[in-house]
């Protein structure tokens, strides 16, 4: 999601208008973690690595 539809708990207001020093903080530290999240490479290949293992382990037990 990205914080041009995030809503300020504080002032009603969109975060991306940035009304309030809470929207304004709020979208400077969405802005900052980037598409990703906050999350680096390695943590996405970690998780992947995860998924792959879950998936092969549920295959393995169904047949």
């Known amino acids: 999601m990205t914080f041009d539809r995030l809503v300020c708990a504080?002032?009603?207001a969109p975060v991306s208008q940035?009304?309030?020093r809470v929207c304004r903080a709020s979208r400077e530290r969405l802005q900052q973690e980037?598409?990703?999240g906050g999350l680096t490479?390695?943590?996405l290949i970690a998780?992947?690595?995860i998924l792959v293992a879950a998936l092969?382990?549920?295959a393995q037990?169904?047949?």
């Open 47 to 49: 998780l992947l690595v």
């Open 41 to 43: 490479p390695v943590a």
């Open 18 to 20: 940035g009304r309030c």
């Open 34 to 36: 980037g598409p990703s």
């Open 56 to 58: 092969a382990l549920v």
């Open 61 to 63: 037990q169904t047949a």
């Open 10 to 12: 504080n002032c009603a």
